[in-house]
């Protein structure tokens, strides 16, 4: 059983900063990629961005420059800094991996939202 929460959402002024955190727990071999999702109200689901173990990262359009993805010292946690927040980024965040979790399965496991409102 693999288990991911996400921490951190709350209430920030448009040009604040905030940090979410990750944290996935359980039957863990090793985490392939750690990945960051959100849902704005009313839309779909997009990502945000993404860390693979090599330390590769990709990036929403939306986010380059002012979001970063980074692993904790622990093996299971990983974060999301967001810098210069607008009021667009208010959504319900999600944290993602794919996780090995035995020699040669591969899974991909959900945590679940926390939620950010970012007042103009």
């Known amino acids: 059983q693999v288990s991911l929460q996400a921490y951190g959402g709350g209430l920030v002024q448009a040009g604040g900063f905030l940090r979410l955190s990750c944290e996935a727990t359980?039957?863990?071999?090793?985490?392939?990629?750690m990945g960051w999702y959100r849902q704005p109200p009313g839309k779909e689901r997009e990502l945000v961005a993404s860390?693979?173990?090599?330390?590769?990262?990709t990036y929403a359009d939306l986010v380059k420059g002012r979001f970063t993805i980074s692993r904790g010292d622990s093996k299971g946690i990983w974060y999301l800094d967001m810098s210069s927040l607008k009021p667009e980024d208010t959504a319900v965040y999600y944290c993602?991996?794919?996780?090995?979790?035995?020699?040669?399965?591969?899974?991909?496991?959900w945590g679940q939202g926390t939620e950010l409102t970012v007042s103009s």
């Open positions: 993602q991996a794919n996780v090995r979790v035995v020699t040669t399965l591969l899974l991909d496991y």
């Open positions: 359980g039957s863990i071999y090793t985490i392939n990629l």
């Open positions: 860390l693979t173990s090599g330390g590769s990262t």
